[in-house]
Nanobody, 118 residues
Framework: QEQLQESGPGLVKPSQTLSLTCTVS??????????WSWIRQPPGKGLEWMGA???????IYSPSLKSRTSISRDTSKNQFTLQLSSVSPEDTAVYYC??????????WGQGTQVTVSS
């Protein structure tokens, strides 16, 4: 049973870059056909898929966030990382990492609150 755990600062100042890491245990992020996603939920709103990195290292991003989002990985640590640049208070949300297989998100981290405020 794979487990995912998000980590990173809970408070980011406007215009800075938000950086979060997801550590995966119990399985490898290079396992064929899995994608590793970042998803967020702003207060009072629904889930928003931000982007993903695949088992081969390829990346795909939400068109609405593509210009500000970068997802990378460190296979030696079995981690993948989200960077979101030029943040504003509208980026305040609970951020989740999740494993995706076809159209299903079948393993999730517990989520981490990130607040953008000066």
């Amino acid at each position: 049973q794979e487990q995912l755990q998000e980590s990173g600062p809970g408070l980011v100042k406007p215009s800075q870059t938000l950086s979060l890491t997801c550590t995966v245990s119990g399985g490898s992020i290079t396992t064929n056909y899995y994608y590793w996603s970042w998803i967020r939920q702003p207060p009072g709103k629904g889930l928003e898929w931000m982007g993903a990195i695949g088992y081969s290292g390829s990346t795909i991003y939400s068109p609405s966030l593509k210009s500000r989002t970068s997802i990378s990985r460190d296979t030696s640590k079995n981690q993948f990382t989200l960077q979101l640049s030029s943040v504003s208070p509208e980026d305040t949300a609970v951020y989740y990492c999740a494993r995706q297989y076809t159209s299903n998100f079948d393993a999730w981290g517990q989520g981490t609150q990130v607040t953008v405020s000066s």
